[in-house]
């Protein structure tokens, strides 16, 4: 007995020593807290998206405070939480630009088939690693739902094979874009009223042959474009929505696409649904 407690005893004192050191070390060394963090990461809506471009919102709120990081950078939030964080920091509001997420991709059932009997994880990035793609377009929509599973509002459904996103309901954080393994989802501003869906860049007579609605890269919606918003650049058309004008609820280039994979629709995001929307 009497040598175990000569072996206890000093550890015991060591460990009571150390910690108290340590004590003391955390309460010297301790680097204070901006008080305006905490107050700042209240008015954020916790998505921790990284649509502001920091490490959650915790980074957003340390940038916030210490930084001078603008106020608008947060998309889910939208202009409600731009507003807070203008009053609350004593600086000028400045409006977001409302973001919602479009799917490059409308090859679902009626317009293309399975290249393979995929019998995996039903995952769009495991069907990405091991087969490439399960469709004939290797550039379309896998359909096994990784970015409705991340959406956390739900705004995502698989629906005839494919994502299809309800702009409604979708706040813009962007981790369906991050989450798609064919980089097929994109966010646009809410105001835009055309959308390209269609991610193929292979010739268009490949094209053709995976998917009846895929972009053949013929050029028209190019030629009639005034505002030379839409180039097709890869065999891809692709739009330019910093030139892209107001063209009314049928688009000149949506009406002259050959193959109808550019479409016109209502983009209207969470933060617009009950507003008068307004073009750019």
Known sequence: ????????????????????????????????????????????????????????????????????????????????????????????????????????????????????????????????????????????????????????????????SIARINTKVCTGCGICTKTCPNELIELVPDVERVVVTCNNRDKGALTRKACSNGCIGCKKCEKVCTASAIKVVDNLARIDYTKCPDCGDFGVCARECTTGCIVTADLSGIHRVKQPVEKK
């Not at 015991?12 to 050191?21: E, N, P």
């Not at 919602?100 to 990035?125: E, L």
Request: aromatic share 4%; charged share 20%.
């Open 1 to 160: 007995m009497e040598a175990i407690l000569t072996a206890v005893i000093p550890v015991t004192v060591i460990g009571l020593i150390c910690a108290a050191v340590l004590v003391a070390a955390s309460k010297i060394m301790a680097v204070k807290e901006n008080e305006k963090i905490p107050q700042i990461r209240e008015k954020l809506p916790g998505a921790n998206c990284g649509a502001c471009g920091y490490a959650g919102c915790d980074g957003y709120a340390k940038a916030l405070a210490e930084e001078g990081a603008p106020v608008n950078l947060c998309v889910p939030g939208g202009d409600t939480v731009a507003k807070e964080l203008s009053e609350l920091l004593g600086v000028e509001f400045q409006d977001v630009v409302e973001q919602v997420a479009v799917v490059h991709c409308s090859g679902d059932c009626n317009y293309t088939d399975d290249s393979v009997d995929y019998q995996g994880i039903k995952s769009c990035a495991a069907a990405k690693q091991i087969y490439g793609s399960k469709g004939k377009c290797s550039y379309g929509c896998l359909g096994m739902g990784d970015c409705a599973n991340a959406c956390p509002s739900k705004a995502i459904c698989i629906e005839n």
